[in-house]
C-alpha cells in the first residue's frame, strides 16, 4: 500500500508564479490543481478533492477576500495558505476570522511553504 498524495490547488493568477508553485509542489511529492482566480477555485473545489488551497489575495474577478468566504461555507475544514504582496494583511481582523492555516508574503520562501504544507498534512497522512 503506498502512502497517500495530497492534492493541493494554487490560486495565483501570475503565471510565473503559478508555474513556480506547481514544479516545486509537484518535485516534493503533491498533485497541484491551478487556478487563476477565485471563481476556478470555486468550480474546482466542486469537482476534485482538495487536501489544502493555497492563494494569492489579489485576482481577476473573484479575489481572495470574496472567495475564501466561500469555500468556507462549502468545506469548512480545508486548509488555507494564502501568499500576497500585500504587508500586513495577517495582521488584518477581517482576514484573520477567515482561520486561515498560514500567511507568506511574497516573494514566498519556497521551503518555507513546503515545510508548513507538511505541517499542515501530515497528521492526515497518519489518519488515513
Known amino acids: 500500500m503506498g502512502s497517500k498524495v495530497f492534492t493541493i490547488l494554487v490560486a495565483e493568477d501570475e503565471v510565473a508564479s503559478r508555474f513556480l508553485y506547481t514544479e516545486e509542489l509537484e518535485e516534493a511529492g503533491f498533485r497541484v490543481l491551478t487556478a487563476e482566480n477565485g471563481l476556478q477555485v470555486l468550480g474546482i473545489l466542486e469537482d476534485e478533492h482538495v487536501d489544502l488551497l493555497m492563494t494569492d489575495i489579489k485576482m481577476p474577478d473573484m479575489h481572495a477576500m470574496e472567495m ?61
Open 68 to 128: 475564501i468566504p466561500l469555500v468556507r461555507a462549502g468545506f469548512p475544514d480545508l486548509p488555507i495558505l494564502v501568499a500576497s504582496a500585500f504587508k500586513g494583511m495577517e495582521t488584518d481582523f477581517t482576514f484573520q476570522s477567515f482561520h486561515i492555516s498560514g500567511f507568506f508574503s511574497k516573494p514566498v520562501h519556497l521551503d518555507l511553504l513546503k515545510k508548513k504544507i507538511w505541517e499542515i498534512l501530515e497528521p492526515k497522512a497518519v489518519a488515513v
